[in-house]
């Protein structure tokens, strides 16, 4: 291995510890909410609708991060990423609600360059035979984060670690890694692009989003998605401990026990895939396995399973929201596959950014305001997403299939030799 190759290997793992670092921040908020809630002045509905705010700056961040990195190069852009990601956490950490909720922002608009830095790195540095390790890689790094962000800083909150000090920790890790991108990161020049490259990328963004087939995916996703990171890395501790009667430890490890299922769903859902050579049919059985789950999460015994099974099973299905994000690529012309990741990870993200405060509102709404949450309650205000799984289920029905298994055939009946 030359030293160039030595150095992308770098770049990427310290892009790729970034993706768990900001997964880490994403989730961690689903661990501290009672504290959190006394610490701002808030109400549980507040609490996570401040932690929702990640992905109002997340959603629209994802359209402009691959037109960022093709035009000006990842070491001008990845390490101001991860310098926006730590002052977001600075800023949660000082105790005013106005300052935590502008980190949030922050955290969430920083956050979007490393999964797109890391994809950029992974394409760009090694041989193509090695690029899709390497991506497949760097999501199980981001999983890994949200399920640290639960199992591992649960455990330092119960343990007396004060929130604040929490956040201003890794704030500061941060301002670090931004630091160890700036050199790490190849310093090669982004290749030459028109001096129209502004209207180039408005027309491949117009292209990619008047596919219905674009759109199907990022609903679908989105579906599929929401019961990771509204129910669980919100609501999921504070669910388990007030209606289900956890103790808070448990509570915090049987949370995170759902994005650990991502980190080994999502590689083998894509293998399988791949292996199948089709997409819809493992995309509805991943999202018949989370409706299942989630229906017993809500409505079935706690004590039938083995303690972590269902969170594990739940977060297995649910890594087959990703499957759509190579379904759009396959869609759309190959040249504006950036884009097309783009357009998924904005309306994906969108759904989440949107309906979080909705969620808290049903969930305030049907308690009357009460201090603590029944079963019934929280059977009653997450519900709708058993409908929105069920609903992404027969929306999978309608995409056009893209697998490498139907792809040959259709290149045949449309003259196309390649």
């Not at 027309?203 to 990171?229: D, E, K």
């Not at 490890?253 to 080994?264: E, F, H, K, N, Y």
């Not at 894509?270 to 409706?291: E, F, M, N, T, Y």
Request: hydrophobic share 50%; aromatic share 12%.
């Amino acid at each position: 291995m030359n030293s160039a190759m030595r150095t992308a290997g770098v770049a990427w793992l310290v892009t790729a510890v970034y993706y768990f670092y900001q997964y880490t921040l994403r989730s961690a908020p689903a661990v501290m909410m009672p504290q959190l809630s006394e610490a701002f002045g808030l109400s549980a509905m507040g609490v996570a609708s401040m932690a929702g705010l990640f992905y109002y700056g997340y959603s629209p961040f994802s359209l402009v991060a691959g037109v960022a990195l093709d035009r000006l190069g990842p070491r001008k852009v990845v390490p101001i990423g991860a310098a926006m990601v730590g002052i977001g956490a600075l800023l949660f950490s000082s105790g005013s609600s106005e300052a935590a909720s502008v980190g949030r922002l922050l955290q969430g608009a920083g956050g979007v360059f490393a999964l797109v830095g890391a994809v950029y790195i992974a394409t760009t540095a090694f041989p193509p035979s090695s690029a899709a390790t390497l991506i497949g890689a760097t999501q199980m790094f981001g999983m890994a984060g949200g399920s640290a962000g639960q199992f591992v800083v649960g455990p330092m909150i119960a343990g007396g670690l004060p929130w604040n000090t929490f956040w201003m920790a890794m704030g500061i890790a941060g301002l670090g890694i931004s630091a160890l991108l700036f050199f790490l990161l190849p310093a090669s020049k982004p290749a030459d692009r028109s001096p129209a490259w502004l209207k180039d990328a408005a027309r491949a963004m117009g292209t990619v989003f008047r596919n219905p087939q674009s759109i199907l995916c990022g609903v679908i996703a989105g579906l599929i998605f929401i019961p990771t990171t509204i129910f669980d890395m919100v609501w999921g501790v504070r669910y388990l401990q007030e209606a289900r009667g956890f103790e808070y430890a448990t509570a915090v490890m049987r949370s995170a026990t759902v994005p650990l299922g991502w980190i080994i769903g999502c590689p083998l859902l894509g293998l399988l895939s791949d292996r199948l050579g089709r997409r819809k049919p493992v995309i509805i059985a991943g999202a018949v396995l989370l409706l299942a789950c989630l229906a017993w999460i809500l409505y079935g015994p706690a004590d039938v399973f083995p303690p972590y099974v269902i969170g594990i099973v739940a977060g297995f299905g649910s890594g087959a929201a990703m499957l759509p994000y190579t379904v759009i690529k396959e869609a759309n012309p190959p040249e504006m596959g950036g884009t097309a990741t783009g357009v998924i990870n904005f309306l994906n993200f969108t759904f989440s950014a949107l309906l979080g405060p909705v969620f808290a509102w049903i969930l305030t709404s049907v308690g009357g305001g009460a201090a603590q949450m029944s079963l019934g309650h929280y059977q009653t205000a997450f519900e709708p997403m058993l409908y929105g799984v069920g609903l992404a289920i027969v929306l999978t029905l309608l995409l056009k299939e893209t697998g490498p298994a139907v792809r040959p055939a259709a290149r045949i009946a449309t003259g196309d030799t390649r």
